[in-house]
């Protein structure tokens, strides 16, 4: 959980748009996503498949530069905006300031090299190390994130290595070069529920060890009430709802929050009913004007057919995207049996 | 109690049986060992991988049995070999009193009517060729249900049952999303109005606001249709909302088993205990308060599984009957049976051998 927050955020996203053009139309990924992490402290970003969180991610690295791509907005870091650097200067950020894990281990690593050269490459392309310094570094590494036997396994390829061991090769690679912010995109969605925790437990220590800042993109709203200091709940594209960890989990505003939350089946209560979310998220390319949950919404109302801002209502941190007042929220969240969540339309 | 193998004497019993009560599906000593074979012109075995080691369990009608456990613990492996979908290796399925290992194929198939299966990727499990009539309607097709015409009123009507559109039944799959797939699939399960299904990670791989719609779809059509459940999940949190018993595996066999809140509030088995535990839960202050059982390094090789006790190696209370004598399914009271050498949650473990010789070597 959070440290000391030192002074002022280390990446600052404002107003980023991604638009990619396809054959059936213009795909609007991410429609104004803008949010800030300071170093010690956990962002998570939450949202159903194709909410536009990994794009999120993946554009403050420069990873959706494709010719088919329009990215708008400024994403400042050390006081540039990566959004305008070239893609030279920007490769000097990515796994040096910045570094990102990824969903699936297997795949991010590559099959025909050893682990151990891997790594001594992420560290040399960033820091001037011969040959023997750099796998000298690589061996602390895997150290430091728990692999035991390291000399011996800093020899063997990505293959020898179970899901759980491969992601932490990936987190030491990612830590190589002591990140200011570490984006980890789905980092135990691949893991069975031990290795998460033990996972999760060794980015919660490196965190505190090193001091980064930590952009965590998951699907898991366990994952990020264990280790988010703040919250970002996307949904078609847009932030729908930003606030502290406490503020989302207690005092949710935003209607797809709650539906997020009380279709949940939960390992530590046993509920009568789940309550759903009805139909599916809307099409990025025609999504529904407005609001875009308006057409899964048993609350909407007429205003709805415009776009709610991200505003603050319940505190001055805690914005959301939502026209219903917060007298109203408070009220129409709580379901009969007490719990929060999105009632059933008739 | 007709059946005469239903009188076994009580080793042979699968655990938590009620007497008397006839349960729909019972699964004896199930084995399956997949071969491991290696030799140039001459395949020879040089060893085996045991994905199924001696499982027993048993399902009543009209309950759902949660099966958990993490990837390669067998699960799968165990779906399929009730369905003889692969061959088991030994021991014995009695499905409504029928022995289903020895049957020949003819008779196997008539049966197979009764128990059908929903798999877990949606986008592989169906046929990217077929229409969505032919898909929930070739279940009846083959087995010679009413004529064509009244097949397409059936699964028009299926369809509509499942939450989908009957007017699509002519699309492809493609021209669906993830969570409509599951529906299909659903409908292809339900078509010849079976006892049992055995859901294997139905909704893994689904989105949460997906999953509930498919998890109160499932619950729905179990009273409608009076289906009983063999639900496999890795999820904790859904087995716990959907089951009425739970069992655990690891390793290729089941460590605990009992109704699901027992299992849930007072874990018997260490295993049981740092599965539950691992899970973060929605809830920020209650993970606060959480203490987990971070369990140390990964599963074993079923290839090459520990002796004795399996969890030993990663268990903080393991002592050293741990690693040389095999823990037995034992009843803790209730219907809710371990193995394990130290129970947990018991306050009179009698009848529990407890090991002596302290923890280490």
């Not at chain 1, 190390?129 to 570094?137: I, M, P, S, V």
């Not at chain 1, 048993?298 to 007042?325: I, N, Q």
């Not at chain 2, 971070?294 to 050293?320: I, K, M, Q, W």
Request: aromatic share 4%; net charge negative; proline share 7%.
């Amino acid at each position: 959980m959070s440290a000391t927050s030192s002074a002022g955020p280390v990446l600052e996203v404002d107003e980023m748009r991604v638009t990619f053009a396809t054959d059936a139309g213009a795909v609007k990924a991410v429609d104004g996503a803008s949010f800030q992490v300071e170093r010690g402290r956990t962002l998570g970003i939450v949202g159903e498949s194709g909410c536009g969180k990994s794009v999120t991610a993946m554009t403050i690295l420069g990873l959706t530069r494709a010719p088919n791509a329009t990215i708008s907005g400024r994403i400042t870091y050390e006081g540039s905006d990566l959004a305008q650097m070239s893609d030279e200067d920007l490769r000097a950020v990515r796994g040096g300031g910045i570094s990102m894990i990824f969903q699936d281990p297997l795949t991010s690593l590559h099959p025909f090299y050893k682990v151990g050269r891997q790594l001594v490459e992420a560290i040399q392309v960033h820091q001037p190390l011969d040959h023997d310094q750099a796998r000298a570094r690589a061996l602390e590494l895997l150290g430091l994130v728990g692999i035991p036997d390291a000399h011996r396994r800093i020899d063997e390829y990505p293959h020898e290595f179970s899901g759980g061991m491969r992601q932490r090769v990936m987190i030491a690679m990612a830590l190589s070069n002591e990140p200011a912010v570490l984006i980890a995109d789905e980092p135990t969605t691949a893991l069975d529920v031990t290795t998460q925790a033990q996972i999760l437990a060794l980015l919660e220590r490196l965190q505190s060890e090193l001091g980064m800042a930590v952009v965590l993109i998951t699907h898991d709203l366990g994952v990020v009430a264990e280790v988010a200091d703040d919250v970002l709940v996307m949904y078609a594209g847009r932030v729908v709802e930003a606030g502290t960890v406490d503020q989302l989990f207690y005092d949710p505003q935003h209607p797809y929050t709650w539906g997020l939350l009380g279709s949940l089946a939960r390992v530590d209560k046993r509920t009568q009913r789940l309550s759903q979310i009805s139909g599916q998220p809307p099409s990025l390319i025609s999504a529904p004007e407005g609001c875009h949950f308006r057409p899964r919404c048993p609350h909407e109302f007429g205003k709805c057919k415009s776009v709610p801002p991200l505003a603050p209502t319940a505190a001055d941190d805690h914005r959301d995207r939502c026209w219903l007042s917060l007298e109203r929220k408070r009220d129409l969240r709580q379901l009969a049996d007490g719990r929060i969540g999105l009632e059933e339309p008739k | 109690m007709s059946e005469p193998a239903a009188t076994a004497s009580s080793t042979l019993e699968t655990p938590g049986r009620t007497a008397g009560a006839e349960p729909l599906l019972e699964v004896e000593n199930l084995v399956k060992h997949f071969p491991i074979k290696a030799g140039i012109l001459f395949d020879r075995q040089v060893g085996s991988v045991q994905a199924v080691d001696g499982v027993s369990l048993h399902i009543n009608a009209g309950e759902t049995l949660g099966l958990v456990g993490e990837s390669g613990c067998g699960k799968s492996t165990l779906c399929r070999s009730i369905l003889r979908l692969i061959e088991p290796t030994s021991g014995s399925v009695r499905f409504m009193g029928q022995e289903l290992t020895e049957l020949r194929r003819p008779r196997l198939r008539s049966i197979r009517r009764e128990m059908q299966m929903i798999f877990q990727d949606p986008y592989a499990s169906l046929n990217p060729r077929k229409r969505v009539s032919q898909i929930v309607g070739d279940p009846l097709a083959l087995h010679g249900v009413s004529s064509a015409k009244g097949r397409r009123q059936i699964v028009k009507e299926l369809l509509e049952r499942v939450g989908l559109n009957p007017e699509h039944h002519d699309r492809f799959p493609h021209e669906f999303s993830g969570g409509q797939r599951q529906r299909i699939g659903i409908a292809r399960a339900l078509a010849l109005r079976p006892k049992l299904i055995i859901a294997d990670e139905p909704v893994s791989a689904l989105d949460v606001s997906i999953q509930a719609q498919i998890i109160n779809l499932l619950d729905e059509l179990q009273g409608e249709f009076d289906l009983t459940y063999l639900f496999v999940a890795h999820d904790l949190g859904v087995v716990r909302h959907v089951s009425d018993r739970i069992a655990v595996m690891y390793l290729g066999r089941i460590v605990e088993i009992g109704p699901a809140e027992a299992v849930y509030q007072n874990p018997i088995h260490p295993y049981t205990l740092s599965l539950l535990s691992a899970i973060p839960v929605p809830d920020p202050r209650a993970n606060a308060a959480r203490e987990p059982l971070v369990l140390e390094g990964d599963v074993p090789s079923p290839a090459n599984p520990p002796p004795a006790c399996r969890f030993h190696p990663r268990c903080p209370y393991a002592t050293s009957i741990c690693s040389e004598v095999e823990p037995q399914l034992v009843d803790h009271g209730g219907g809710h049976w371990a193995a394990c050498h130290h129970p947990l949650n018991r306050e009179d473990p009698e009848g529990v051998e407890r090991a002596v010789a302290p923890a280490g070597s």
